[in-house]
């Protein structure tokens, strides 16, 4: 019986061998096609001599012969040793030379595994002396040829004074009595402590509470004292397009919050339960980049009774470009502000289109003038509504002033039939200000066409990627610093920057900590825009560039901190298996590169790194006085783009407000519109081309910017190829939105990786503490109080629909346990 059973089953199989034999010829295939054309662009040697090598062993595989298993056992060996050789050139790193390997030596291990299974029925022969000499030339081969050779930042290079100068002279101004109207509502500066009452913490962005009851011993126990559903959703129209990145307030006993469309809700701040809400009634078709409210305003007036209606009160800025004003105790409108509660920020803005211009951030209020700017949709055309910000009476909604900047700085409303200038720097994240000085804090972007930019006017290139500081109450300018010379690569300034008394030998300075999409971490006199630490004019690359008399020579480059890693090289190309790292591999070599800044090019691709999502973005820093700490989560990733010829474009249907040409930006009114792919992503399978980690946490020294601890964070357990989850509770380094708070217990939150989790860091060593799923993406910043005795942290995990993370409404508070 046993006799007459055996041929069937080695038949069957048989066949498996043959399968297994046909599936390594293939790859071999795969491998040597592609190795070869990496040799032909000066790439390694290792995938070609592979392939052949898999073709051999595949061939002898369908044959029934051992000697393919043999061939395959000592092409995976050698790959073991080259992989480890060419991970380990800079030295082993574990944050993330593990990751490394894992294109390298996974997937080949696992088709190890299926191969070692065909060695029963495979004929005994020993592996030829031909086969043997093949693979012993093919390893060292590789490890020869296997690598290209890292570049290398260049050294001793001048350094060059940075222009900090100021002023626009000619500007017209309010006059005195309007400035003395708007101090008069001025009201009382606000501090986080029980309360967070202004965006960032309080209005220097610091993102830093004294409370001290969560404190690194007890952090492990928080749990969760309450939560509750906005209600506000995506609708079927809508889906894909949410982002909240809302961070509550804190006033008194109430929470304020604005959801993803501009409705304001007042919470119990120590049980969630809704007081009011203030629906803005904003269109979904308003819904620019993304559906976003970062924040809201809160102003409360010393001059009139506490009862008075609007005596305290919240500002929102909205999708359809309205600055509302509502009670904060009822949530009515304040019908003395504006147009009964209302000011059109469209006014004086010119032709637009409903999402090409939008308020996502809240308005800053110094010296009781709120002052506010708008998103604008760079790319989609160069005559875009303008970048102008403008300074409204807090109490009346008159407008004070409007900064033009293609005007010379601070004017009146233009004139009937007249706009603002059309195309200049906008400001669409958070400003920062100084009620002593009277300053505010301006982080500007870039001129409408990111990509291009020789048509930009003198005034657009002065002042483009530049911080500026203008008097509050005139608009009149005290000084600007710019961080990106003729900036072609959207490295606009998305961090609001946060106010510090910097120590010094001699005392402290009144400074603020300017962080940046391309890394560099300045540090500047707030009082007159000097850097405190040398800033180096470093030479930069024009390979490849479209218009290289445009192109900056140098940029400038931080004496105090950076985020940046090493230049990227052939062997940083990552995948989910030897072929996808293959095609990465290629991709770098055919795409110009010559380090940071390497120019915008046409007949090409041309590498961003980093990527236009930072560095540091919009969830900026956070700093712990106390301690003397400052803490930034950033991303190092790069963007993968090239210029698209307009006779190409017009083609393709690349228009404008249309997705007929796919998802290219149009630059309409320049010679190229641009496709951008964010995160450099591998078309089949979704996985990112440079190897991990992509987000970072690091701790830095306040008083030197020397580095006190740098570690990843962000698990794999969302992240994997096709879409799918992999489920792996490993720390790989996520990419991640949003920003960090410290607080006077010692302790650091930060939400913002793609894995859907709220973490706690010791502020001090980086340890991390704490960490608990939410049911959304956390791409937001999250905030802290005290209400009864009783310390809460609190989070709108809305999700966001660039980092492909759950969409949800559900804010949340965690608190220790009560006794």
Known sequence: MSGDRTPRTRSGFEWYVVFIGIVVLAIGLVL??????????????????????????????????????LLFVAVWVGTLIWGIWEVTLDGWQPASDWWALEPRLVAPTVLLFFVLITLPVLHSRRLNGLTAAVATAWLGLSLVTGSAVPLHAQEDTPQISQDTSGGADGSQVPDDATVTEALRAQGRSLEAGEDWPVYGGNIHGERHSPLTQISTENVG??????????????TEAADGEYSPENTPLKVGDTLFVCTPMNQVLALDAATGLEEWRYDSQVSEDAIPYGATCRGLAYHARDDVDPDTLCAARVLVGTLDARLIAVDADTGQLCPEFGNAGMVDLNNGIGDTVPGWYAVTAPPTIVRGVAVIGAQVSDNEANDAPSGVIRGYDVVTGDMLWAWDLGQGGAIDA???????????????????????????????????????????????????????????????????????????????????????????????????????????????????????????ERPVPKLGSVEP??????????????????????????????????????????ANYAGQYTPP???????????????????????????????????????????????????????????????????????????????????????????????????????????????PFGSAENNGPFGIPSMLPLTIGTPNNGGPITTAGGV???????????????????????????????????????VDGRQYVVIYPGGHHFMETEVGDQIIAYALPEE
């Not at 990496?38 to 070609?48: E, F, N, P, T, V």
């Not at 490295?491 to 890394?519: C, E, H, N, R």
Request: aromatic residues 12%; glycine residues 10%.
């Open 748 to 786: 650091t939150f930060v939400a913002a990786t793609t894995d859907d989790k709220l973490r706690a860091f010791a502020t001090e060593t980086g340890k991390e503490l704490w960490q608990v799923d939410l049911p959304a993406g956390g791409q937001t910043t999250p905030m802290t109080y005290e």
């Open 601 to 711: 090019s046409a007949d090409k691709p041309f590498i961003q790194y980093p990527g236009y999502n930072g560095g540091s973005d919009w969830g900026s820093v956070s700093v712990d006085p106390e301690r003397g700490i400052l803490i930034a989560n950033y991303n190092d990733m790069p963007n993968y783009n090239r210029l698209i010829p307009r006779e190409e474009a017009d083609r393709r249907g690349v228009k404008p407000f249309s997705d007929a040409g796919g998802e290219a930006g149009p630059m309409q009114g320049v010679p190229y519109a641009i496709e951008v792919n964010a995160g450099w992503r591998v078309p089949f399978t979704g996985m990112l081309c440079s190897e991990p980690p992509y987000g970072w946490i690091r701790g830095i020294d306040l008083a030197t910017g020397e580095t006190l601890w740098d570690q």
């Open 414 to 536: 233009p004139a009937e039939g007249e706009t603002y200038t059309r195309g200049t720097p906008n400001m669409w994240t958070m400003a920062s200000g100084d009620q002593e000085l009277g300053h505010v804090y301006l982080p500007l972007g870039n001129s409408s066409s990111d990509y291009y930019g020789s048509d930009r006017s003198a005034a657009e290139n002065e002042y483009a990627t530049s911080l500026v500081a203008l008097d509050a109450s005139t608009g009149e300018e005290i000084w600007h610093f710019q961080t990106v010379h003729n900036d072609v690569w959207d490295y606009d300034l998305g961090s609001q920057v946060t106010l510090v008394d910097f120590p010094t030998d001699g005392g402290t300075v009144p400074a603020l900590i300017l962080p940046s999409k391309q890394g560099q971490i300045y540090v500047l006199n707030r009082k007159t825009g000097e850097s405190l630490f040398p800033v180096e």
């Open 32 to 69: 040597a096609a592609g190795g070869v054309w990496l040799i032909s662009l000066g790439g390694s040697w290792y995938y070609a001599i592979t392939g052949v090598l898999l073709v051999v062993s595949g061939a002898s595989l369908t044959k029934k012969r051992r000697s393919g298993v």
């Open 549 to 590: 008399a445009y192109i900056s020579d140098t940029q400038p480059y931080s004496g105090y901190a950076n985020l940046n890693k090493p230049p990227l090289t052939e062997k940083d190309m990552w995948g989910m298996s030897p072929i996808d790292q293959l095609w990465c591999r290629i991709q770098f070599h055919r």
């Open 221 to 234: 126990q928080l749990q969760v004292a309450w939560s509750v559903h906005t209600g506000d959703m995506p």
